[in-house]
């Protein structure tokens, strides 16, 4: 059975720190997609990135880093030099790749991040 | 601007009321969800539709079912409302097509929240 894991579930910093939200998962499959969804206090949630489990190279975007680490589980998110709009809700999610296509997301239960000026 | 629509962004029912809870999407997607969002619980499926007519259960279906007649519309039907369904209801959808097309990847409405008293 899949399953993710957000062991932080507050995290404050101070604006210009740079953050890491953790995530754990787990998964019998070989193929697997990972995600990472944002929800600022608006409440929509906005799609952050896609990775698949045979791409283990680290991607950055911008002030965003992700470390995606088979050998532990672990699918990472860095923030570097926060600020106050990075202010949200953070879910990590997982989907399983089978014959008959892949399976809902399952997601953790999320990080709440708070930036302060 | 592709979009998930739902169609009531705050709702309040009594106990024992049947309440339907509407998603329209403009992406042509073939896969919708519905998922509930609570504090300290992240999402959980509640159910799913990979095609007009079809529907699956996700992981928390009991006292709720849905509807799809169209391919844009996924409906959830609350059959008989009771307190412990108060929650924020997210409808999202997807494409099952490849990974560079975005397939998998989810567009969430901006939610529904529902309080039964």
């Known amino acids: 059975a899949q399953k993710v894991t957000q062991a932080q579930t507050e995290i404050s910093v101070v604006e210009k720190e740079d953050v890491t939200l953790d995530c754990v998962y787990e998964?019998?499959?070989?193929?697997?997609?990972l995600f990472w969804y944002k929800q600022p206090p608006s409440g929509e949630l906005v799609f952050l990135i896609r990775r698949n489990s045979f791409d283990e190279q680290n991607e950055i975007s911008g002030r965003y880093s992700w470390n995606f680490q088979k050998s532990t589980s672990s699918f990472n998110f860095t923030i570097t030099a926060s600020q106050v709009v990075d202010s949200a809700v953070y879910f990590c999610?997982?989907?399983?790749?089978?014959?008959?296509?892949?399976?809902?997301?399952?997601f953790g239960k999320g990080t709440r991040l708070s930036v302060i000026a | 601007d592709v979009k998930v629509t739902q169609s009531s962004r705050y709702l309040v029912k009594r106990t024992g009321e049947k309440v339907f809870l509407e998603c329209v999407q403009d992406?042509?997607?073939?896969?919708m969800f519905w998922y509930r969002q609570d504090p300290g619980l992240g999402l959980r499926l509640i159910y799913f539709s990979y095609d007009v007519k079809m529907k699956e259960k996700g992981d928390i279906p009991e006292g709720y079912s849905v509807s799809r007649e169209k391919k844009e519309r996924f409906s959830l039907i609350l059959e008989s409302a009771s307190t412990n369904q108060t929650s924020m209801y997210l409808c999202?959808?997807?494409?099952?097509?490849?990974?560079?097309?975005?397939?998998?990847?989810?567009?969430f409405g901006a939610g529904s929240r529902l309080t039964v008293l």
């Open positions: 999610a997982l989907s399983e790749a089978e014959d008959s296509g892949n399976t809902p997301l399952v």
């Open positions: 992406m042509d997607h073939e896969n």
């Open positions: 998964t019998r499959d070989t193929t697997y997609y």
């Open positions: 999202a959808s997807s494409s099952p097509g490849t990974e560079s097309s975005g397939a998998n990847v989810l567009t």
